[in-house]
């Protein structure tokens, strides 16, 4: 009988030595549960080969050839990637609904005698108790902002805090982008469904007994948007504000982003855009300063002309309460090891 679960924390306790995502190559790659290895029973090809005999031609036909390549690939992935396993290893296995796929090879390891069970629903299951937790449900931590302008080394401090023992939730790193304009990186983001699933198991692991720190953004990191039930929790968050000074911000940024600062190419082509909001002698000088190779003075007019106005009219726009003030005069490693052990001391006051 398929195993049902109620709740994301019930899944994600499962408490199975492996899970496996019998899934196709593809459906793997755009979202899984945290943790699962992929053993297709059925490739990318396979899978639409399948699929079209299913409907251009006989559904008894489609089932019958989809077995016997379920049934050879299964045996494939038994005789090479899970051979090493001992009598007593218990897997959990899901497919896209809980069905052929995922139970046919349920059934051929319980034959071998390893205790293995299905996700009743599958992929969708697990899926729908994900929208429910970040969607729905009411979040059970409190969050607490850290917020600053552009350049204030806030990803730094986040992790600096974690190594102190803070619960934080990196929403950039999760979503593989550094949050600004100029903050892709050279790796694709996850799909909207993986960063939720990386987003999700993250929050369930934390104790909502304690605060959690989270950068400020805004709705919206790259093209991966918060979900709901996060982004209100960080729109009436309390605040912890990074003072620092504009020189100390620039020498940062330009070390920060000397990726995006040297390709003067993608530099234009994102900056262009620009001209409808602020203004085209604005946009003008930063063209200037590329074609010059001016780093610091273009990183500082961005600043003053952009990021800092953009910042302070979403900030007037949420009017989120203010917890604390941390000045930073410097951004190296010994001043964000104080203002780290400063923000870890706030956050644990009552």
Request: aromatic letters at 6%; glycine letters at 6%; a negative charge.
């Given at each position: 009988m398929a195993l049902t679960f109620e709740t994301l924390p019930d899944l994600y306790a499962h408490g199975f030595d492996?899970?496996?995502?019998?899934?196709?190559?593809?459906?793997?790659?755009?979202?899984?549960?945290?943790?699962?290895?992929?053993?297709?029973?059925?490739?990318?090809?396979?899978?639409?080969?399948?699929?079209?005999?299913?409907?251009?031609?006989?559904?008894?036909?489609?089932?019958?050839?989809?077995?016997?390549?379920?049934?050879?690939?299964?045996?494939?992935h038994i005789d090479e990637r899970l051979s090493h396993h001992e009598g007593g290893w218990r897997p959990l296995v899901y497919c896209w609904r809980g069905g052929q796929r995922s139970g046919s090879f349920t059934w051929m390891l319980q034959q071998i005698g390893w205790r293995a069970e299905v996700v009743q629903g599958g992929y969708q299951t697990y899926r729908r108790l994900v929208h429910?937790?970040?969607?729905?449900?009411?979040?059970?931590?409190?969050?607490?902002?850290?917020?600053?302008?552009?350049?204030?080394?806030?990803t730094d401090l986040l992790a600096?805090?974690?190594?102190?023992?803070?619960?934080?939730?990196?929403?950039?790193?999760m979503a593989r982008h550094r949050g600004s304009l100029l903050g892709g990186l050279s790796d694709p983001q996850p799909s909207q469904k993986a960063f939720e699933s990386e987003l999700a198991a993250a929050l369930v692991r934390l104790d909502p007994t304690r605060p959690v720190l989270v950068e400020a953004e805004s709705n919206k990191i790259g093209q991966r948007i918060i979900p709901?039930?996060?982004?209100?929790?960080?729109?009436?968050?309390?605040?912890?504000?990074?003072?620092?000074?504009?020189?100390?911000?620039?020498?940062?940024?330009?070390?920060?982003?000397?990726?995006?600062?040297?390709?003067?190419?993608?530099l234009r082509e994102k900056l262009t855009p620009l001209r409808a909001h602020r203004g085209h002698a604005v946009v003008d000088g930063w063209m200037e300063r590329i074609a010059e190779g001016d780093k610091p003075g273009l990183t500082?007019?961005?600043?003053?002309?952009?990021?800092?106005?953009?910042?302070?009219?979403?900030?007037?726009?949420?009017?989120?309460?203010?917890?604390?003030?941390?000045?930073?005069?410097?951004?190296?490693?010994?001043?964000?090891?104080?203002?780290?052990?400063?923000?870890?001391?706030?956050?644990?006051?009552?």
């Open positions: 492996t899970v496996i995502d019998v899934r196709s190559p593809a459906e793997f790659a755009e979202d899984r549960m945290p943790g699962a290895i992929n053993l297709p029973v059925l490739d990318n090809e396979e899978r639409a080969e399948v699929g079209t005999i299913y409907v251009q031609d006989s559904p008894f036909k489609a089932r019958k050839i989809g077995a016997a390549k379920v049934f050879r690939n299964a045996a494939r429910r937790y970040l969607y729905d449900d009411p979040l059970p931590h409190r969050v607490v902002l850290l917020d600053g302008y552009t350049g204030t080394a806030k600096l805090v974690a190594d102190q023992g803070g619960q934080v939730l990196d929403l950039e790193g709901p039930v996060l982004w209100e929790a960080m729109k009436e968050a309390p605040r912890i504000e990074l003072q620092v000074p504009i020189e100390a911000r620039c020498a940062y940024l330009v070390r920060a982003y000397d990726d995006i600062l040297s390709d003067a190419e993608t500082q007019a961005l600043m003053q002309q952009h990021y800092d106005p953009a910042y302070d009219k979403s900030r007037r726009a949420i009017g989120a309460d203010q917890l604390a003030t941390v000045a930073v005069e410097a951004l190296d490693d010994g001043a964000l090891a104080k203002a780290a052990q400063r923000i870890t001391q706030i956050l644990t006051q009552p």
